[in-house]
Structures are given as structure tokens and as C-alpha cells.
Nanobody, 122 residues
Framework: QVQLVESGGGLAQAGGSLRLSCAAS??????MGWFRQAPGKEREFVAA????????NYADSVKGRFTISRDNAKNPVALQMNSLKPEEAAVYYC?????????????????WGQGTQVTVST
């Protein structure tokens, strides 16, 4: 049974940093990503990384501030978030795809974690 469990969410001040991690079990994946969903808004793509060569891609809004990385088989993906903005408060979801060609659409991802809350204070 596949399980993705996020950790590391919490409260940060505007301009501050948080690091999210995702623990995975059940199988390996070719691509993993992070999405976020703020209240009243649709879930949106944040970043993704391929497991083989670590190719990354980011939403334009987070480029230069967020970094996605892959670690090991148990905690395969982390998201370092710097210079956080209040409007980035949301529930952040770890997602995993069978295909390394998964795009920024949530429908390209096969497995999801329960999400972790990120709050950014002004």
C-alpha cells in the first residue's frame, strides 16, 4: 500500500523559511512533486523532481525562493521554502507519479499525501 506522509509545516513569518519533507512507502516513483491549496482556491503546482537524474521544475511564482530535492528512499523529497509570502499560506501536498514525464497538472500524479498546513504571518 502506497503512503505519502508530509511533515515540516507550521508557522513562519513573512520572509522566513520552512522545510517540508515527504516520507514514502509502498513503492518507488519516477517523479515527485509538491502542490498547494489555499482556502477557496484550486490546488496548484509548486515544484517537481524526477527520481532518476533529479531534473526539477518550478512554478514561476516560487522560482529562486523554493528548492525541491530528493534525499533517500524513505524520505524521497523535500521542499525548502525561503522568503515566504503571506499569500503562500496553504495546505501543501506531496504527490508522486508513476511517469517521469508528469507535468504540472495534479491529474498527472497517482498518489497523494494528506497535506501539511503552512501559515505565513505578516
Amino acid at each position: 500500500q502506497v503512503q505519502l506522509v508530509e511533515s515540516g509545516g507550521g508557522l513562519a513569518q513573512a520572509g522566513g523559511s520552512l522545510r517540508l519533507s515527504c516520507a514514502a512507502s509502498g513503492r518507488t516513483f519516477n517523479k515527485m512533486g509538491w502542490f498547494r491549496q489555499a482556502p477557496g482556491k484550486e490546488r496548484e503546482f509548486v515544484a517537481a523532481i524526477t527520481w532518476d537524474i533529479g531534473f526539477t521544475n518550478y512554478a514561476d511564482s516560487v522560482k529562486g525562493r523554493f528548492t525541491i530535492s530528493r534525499d533517500n528512499a524513505k524520505n524521497p523529497v523535500a521542499l525548502q521554502m525561503n522568503s515566504l509570502k503571506p499569500e503562500e499560506a496553504a495546505v501543501y501536498y506531496c504527490a508522486a507519479a508513476k511517469s517521469r514525464y508528469a507535468g504540472p497538472s495534479e491529474y498527472d500524479y497517482n498518489y497523494w499525501g494528506q497535506g501539511t498546513q503552512v501559515t505565513v504571518s505578516t
